[in-house]
């Protein structure tokens, strides 16, 4: 279980915050838990120092004779090992921020897509998740294997649906058999699934459910083959 303690000087902000956090500790079945949130740069302090806190999220600038920069340096005299992201809407801080062995950077004001993102690549960075990245195109674009939800075919192109984002590219599911990893599998003439980001399937209705809610389709002529690897990966209840 990681322990999530917020700071931020705007009560309205750090209530929103907090829901956006446990919205994505349930949705991605991560064990956390918001243990604490303050707007006093003090409190947070004390708060630190005689309790447990794996995860810190700091407003840089604090209403406070303190900022969170401040707040940081102190904290890192009693706690080495914590994450922590700060948050701001002043950009010009986001270099000294680092300064303090920073996971990441929120400006504000913050999207849950955003925020999302950040979340998830945390518990990657806890679980020693492997990266696998999928080049998509010939600018470059990459994206980590484990966070695509689904592949679809749409015409001409390939759509790499991600939680927080939908990648487009013109090829064919031919040009990337090769490049895509074990735990992707045709699951209908249109759609490729990634086994380990399933959620549910409903064989009747012949239907997949991922972990960020989205769907696809399950073809008849793959769902046995595709039964039979579920079953195997053992992946959702």
């Given amino acids: 279980m990681l322990h999530f303690a917020l700071c931020d000087d705007n009560l309205g902000l750090l209530d929103r915050l907090e829901k956006m956090l446990e919205n994505i500790f349930a949705k991605n079945n991560f064990e956390a838990c918001v243990s604490y949130k303050t707007s006093n740069s003090s409190d947070m302090l004390n708060f630190v120092t005689g309790n447990k806190a794996d995860v810190i999220m700091l ?7 303190k900022t969170g920069l401040d707040l940081a340096r102190a904290i890192r005299k009693v706690n080495k090992d914590s994450y922590i992201i700060f948050t701001t809407g002043h950009l010009e801080y986001a270099m000294l921020a680092y300064k303090f062995k920073t996971f990441d950077y929120l400006a504000k004001p913050i999207t849950y ?6 979340i998830c690549r945390l518990f990657d960075d ?5 990266k696998r990245y999928i080049k998509l195109d010939n600018k470059s674009t990459v994206v980590d294997a ?14 790499f649906h991600t939680a927080s984002r939908d990648y487009d590219v013109y090829s064919s599911f031919a040009k990337f058999q090769d490049r895509l990893p074990d735990f992707y599998m045709r699951c209908h003439k249109s759609c490729v699934a990634n086994v380990l980001q399933i959620k549910d399937i409903e064989p009747v209705s012949g239907t997949i459910t991922f972990r960020d809610d989205s769907f696809c389709d399950i073809g008849p002529k793959y769902k046995s083959d595709l039964l039979e690897v579920i079953k195997n990966y053992g992946n959702f209840e």
């Fill in 59 to 65: 407003d840089i600038n604090l209403k406070s004779d």
């Fill in 126 to 130: 806890v679980n020693g998740t492997p």
């Fill in 113 to 118: 897509d955003r925020l999302s993102e950040t």
């Fill in 146 to 159: 484990n966070e695509v939800q689904y592949i679809r075919r749409d015409g001409m192109k390939l759509v």
